[in-house]
């Protein structure tokens, strides 16, 4: 009863922000990402008859906590769904995410396990199946389960059964870049939980940026499929710009923003003044990342590694599924 996987994490284009039910983990919005193949996680579940509790290693560090509470309270629901209750597991999982980049482990980290604990366990799920299981562990991972551009459809009904993602394009339908750019120096944020939780009860803007999506995803997915990547770039930075709206009208409001984040912002405008084709994105942190085409590697690069405060720039190309290992 061992099994491994490995998943990718993956960027929003047209983001997650804002859920409809907190336990099932249900969003009020469709979203868009793009899996990445520069940044993943890969997990092993063995289930051991002579455990009394789950145990989980991280990086080869045994885990308690927060972070034990949500694996095993995920486990729960796989024990369940196979009718297993008192089936306990060995963990393992290693993170090729580096924290410092501002991608939350959580999309790759959820999507690894449920593969890996779904097989481990010896249910036959389908993808779909497997991304409505993903999806409660972290909302973003269902994403996760398919590689290249994903949609996630919120779905409407109350139990979840039709919140799931969709493969929208494969990884090698285009072949674009996503700079990750790290940050010297990142201040304590504040959760996507906690935040999205305030922005949806207290925002003004929040009910805007609902009524915003179904238009942006309509030309989103156009312009993934005619490959028009000025369309593509400026919708995503559009859709990033107005969710971070959002969060400002909030009370108390808040930003994820710091003074590095607005300088990278501005060379990327720069950028695009001189006529190169560049756009950012920005999740629930003050960590930067830039879209662009592969024939502008170089400049893109070596301008964003020539800004005060940026430690890092990690290139990735589009990326795959899960897959079993
Ligand atoms: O799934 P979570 O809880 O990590 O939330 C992700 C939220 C954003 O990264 C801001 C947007 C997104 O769609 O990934």
């Known amino acids: 009863m061992k099994a491994a996987a490995k998943a990718h994490t993956n960027i929003a284009l047209i983001k997650y922000w ?59 629901r796989i ?31 959820f999507a690894a396990l449920a593969a890996a604990a779904a097989k481990a366990i010896g249910l036959t799920v389908s993808e779909q199946k497997l991304s409505i299981l ?18 996630w459809e919120k779905g409407i009904k109350a ?13 090698d339908h285009w072949d674009i870049r996503v700079a990750a750019v790290v ?30 999506i179904p238009d942006d995803l309509a030309a989103l ?14 919708i995503a930075e559009a859709n990033c710009l107005r969710m971070h709206a959002t969060t400002l009208a909030a009370n108390p409001p808040f930003s ?8 990278i912002i501005q060379a990327v405008q720069g950028l695009r003044e001189s006529g190169i084709p560049v756009f950012f994105t920005i999740d629930a942190g003050p960590n930067v990342k830039v879209l662009y085409l592969p024939e502008h590697e170089e400049t893109v690069r070596n301008e964003l590694l020539n800004i005060t405060g940026v430690h890092d720039v990690k290139v990735s190309k589009p990326g795959q599924g ?3 290992i």
């Open 256 to 263: 994820y923003w710091q003074s590095t984040t607005l300088l």
């Open 134 to 151: 993903t999806r409660q562990g972290s909302g973003s991972a269902c994403r996760s389960i398919y590689g290249g551009f994903v949609e």
């Open 322 to 324: 899960v897959s079993y």
């Open 221 to 234: 997915k156009d312009g993934i499929m005619k490959k028009d990547f000025e369309k593509v770039g400026g």
């Open 159 to 171: 139990d979840g059964s039709d919140s799931y993602a969709v493969p929208i394009a494969p990884a």
């Open 183 to 212: 940050l010297s120096s990142a201040e304590k944020k504040i959760l996507s939980r906690e935040g999205m939780k305030r922005t949806v009860h207290t925002s003004a803007f929040y009910p805007a940026w609902v009524d915003s």
């Open 18 to 76: 804002g859920k409809r039910d907190e336990s099932l983990i249900l969003p009020m919005n469709n979203s868009l990402s793009l899996t990445l193949d520069g940044f993943y996680t890969t997990t092993s579940v063995e289930f051991r008859d002579n455990l009394t509790a789950d145990r989980f290693y991280l990086n080869d560090r045994l885990i308690e906590g927060v972070e034990y509470d949500r694996v095993t309270a995920f486990l729960d």
């Open 79 to 109: 024990r369940t769904m196979a009718g297993k209750s008192d089936a306990f597991a060995e963990i393992h999982s290693t993170n090729y995410v580096p924290t410092a980049a501002g991608f939350a482990s959580s999309a790759s980290g």
